[in-house]
């Protein structure tokens, strides 16, 4: 059960546009469209952002929008803001009644 | 306002056991799948297990297949993990979630795992 493969940050400017990958395999990302991404301060609970690739949650900013090709899903954040530094993790199901999460990404707001 | 939150967590020897709760408030408990996660110190999140809304399906990582064991108590509104045979890398924040169209939209702030001697 290797986790998905998301890199380990990613920055940007406020105001700007930041993408983050995560790709797995045919079994998981590629297999079905139950791509989810969550958002994680340390030491709070993780929120989730993003569910079934490209649906956002009632109260999520629309600023936050995801996508998916192939076996790699993205999470793009647009108009930076300070408070979207945070950890990001895509989660996605696997099959055999599994889940499986990305590594993480660290978000940076320059 | 719905809310998790987690207890039992403490500091265990390897090889001993120990019994996290989940108690739910502000939603119909018993209609949910719920699920738990950890994040050992320094790393991602990882999916643990996780049991249908009436108790009778449940599913593991791998990796603590046979040693943990998910259960819940609808009429009490709580989640239980039964961890047995700790190992040291099983320390970790353990946090348990809400199952909502096939993700996690409500979770608690963790308890903390740590297997040490």
């Known amino acids: 059960q290797s986790a998905l493969t998301q890199p380990p940050s990613a920055s940007g400017s406020p105001g700007q546009s930041v993408t983050i990958s995560c790709t797995g395999t045919?079994?998981?990302?590629?297999?079905?469209?139950?791509v989810s991404w969550y958002q994680h301060h340390p030491g709070k609970a993780p929120k989730l952002m993003i569910y079934?690739?490209?649906k956002r949650p009632s109260g999520v900013p629309d600023r936050f929008s995801g996508s998916k090709s192939g076996n790699t899903a993205s999470l793009t954040v647009s108009g930076l803001q300070a408070e979207d530094e945070a950890d990001y993790y895509c989660?996605?199901?696997?099959?055999?009644?599994?889940?499986?999460f990305g590594g993480g990404t660290k978000l940076t707001v320059l | 306002e719905v809310q998790l939150v987690e207890s039992g967590g403490g500091l265990v020897q390897p090889g001993e056991s120990l019994r996290l709760s989940c108690a739910a408030s502000g939603f119909t408990f018993s209609a949910y799948w719920m699920q738990w996660v950890r994040q050992a110190p320094g790393k991602g999140l990882v999916w643990v297990s996780r049991?249908?809304?009436?108790?009778?399906?449940?599913n593991y990582a791998d990796s603590v297949t046979g040693r943990f064991s998910i259960s819940r108590d609808n009429a009490k509104n709580t989640l239980f993990l039964q961890m047995n045979s700790l190992r040291a890398e099983d320390t970790a924040v353990y946090y348990c979630?809400?199952?909502?169209?096939?993700?996690?939209?409500?979770w608690g702030q963790g308890t903390i795992v740590t297997v040490s001697s």
């Open positions: 045919s079994s998981d990302v590629g297999g079905y469209n139950y």
């Open positions: 049991i249908n809304s009436d108790g009778s399906t449940t």
């Open positions: 989660n996605s199901y696997a099959g055999s009644n599994n889940f499986r």
């Open positions: 079934e690739v490209t």
């Open positions: 979630a809400r199952q909502w169209n096939v993700a996690f939209d409500i």
